[in-house]
T-cell receptor, first 116, second 112 residues
Framework: GAVVSQHPSWVICKSGTSVKIECRSL??????MFWYRQFPKQSLMLMAT?????????EQGVEKDKFLINHASLTLSTLTVTSAHPEDSSFYIC????????????FGPGTRLTVL | GEDVEQSLFLSVREGDSSVINCTYT??????LYWYKQEPGAGLQLLTY?????DMKQDQRLTVLLNKKDKHLSLRIADTQTGDSAIYFC????????????FGKGTKLSVIP
């Protein structure tokens, strides 16, 4: 089946540093990747939609200069949290769409970010 | 914006059936999904239903859709302790938009 990986699975960083999270589709080409953020006991909130080779589309309220998304290939998208602060601490989940049929997304295992 | 609502908690005894309910507001929803999330993990797609269907059964899982009332349910037969997780209802309107709108999730606790 379609597998999506994320790296790292967890990261702890100091306030003010930048953190990069990778999302890879391991056995399929992902035309579209999505980045979600999940707070404890909350639902997933879509942050941005990323299409290979083009700029990401950010949801309202998500700062594009703070959450940099690069989708350089059909198997890799990266999310960089710039100048991270404690309020950026969250569980970040990516998903990738195969395009094989309408709508199915495969989710990565998530990355737990803790900013001290 | 579009909204998806779920009850937050459900507790059942092992061997009983679990029914998790969801309501949505988007009348143009084309696909409706149920995802399972275990602690510290990503989401696993359990099943989905197309909006022109009323019911879909997949082994222990039964999805019922009442499009008129915009109500979706997931029934898990013979619930096991391994079914303990958070279950998310999600919808997409398709039509070139593949963005999912999620409910807050229902935490299912299975009592041995």
């Amino acid at each position: 089946g379609a597998v999506v990986s994320q790296h790292p699975s967890w990261v702890i960083c100091k306030s003010g540093t930048s953190v990069k999270i990778e999302c890879r589709s391991l056995d399929f080409q992902a035309t579209t990747m999505f980045w979600y953020r999940q707070f404890p006991k909350q639902s997933l909130m879509l942050m941005a939609t990323s299409n290979e080779g083009s700029k990401a589309t950010y949801e309202q309220g998500v700062e594009k200069d703070k959450f940099l998304i690069n989708h350089a290939s059909l198997t890799l998208s990266t999310l960089t949290v710039t100048s991270a602060h404690p309020e950026d601490s969250s569980f970040y989940i990516c998903s990738a769409r195969t395009g094989s049929w309408d709508g199915e997304q495969f989710f990565g295992p998530g990355t737990r970010l803790t900013v001290l | 914006g579009e909204d998806v609502e779920q009850s937050l908690f459900l507790s059942v005894r092992e061997g009983d059936s679990s029914v998790i309910n969801c309501t949505y507001t988007d009348s143009s929803s084309t696909y409706l999904y149920w995802y399972k999330q275990e602690p510290g993990a990503g989401l696993q797609l359990l099943t989905y239903i197309f909006s022109n269907m009323d019911m879909k059964q997949d082994q222990r899982l039964t999805v019922l859709l009442n499009k008129k009332d915009k109500h979706l349910s997931l029934r898990i037969a013979d619930t096991q302790t391994g079914d303990s997780a958070i279950y998310f209802c999600a919808e997409t309107s398709g039509a070139g938009s593949y963005q999912l709108t999620f409910g807050k999730g229902t935490k299912l606790s299975v009592i041995p």
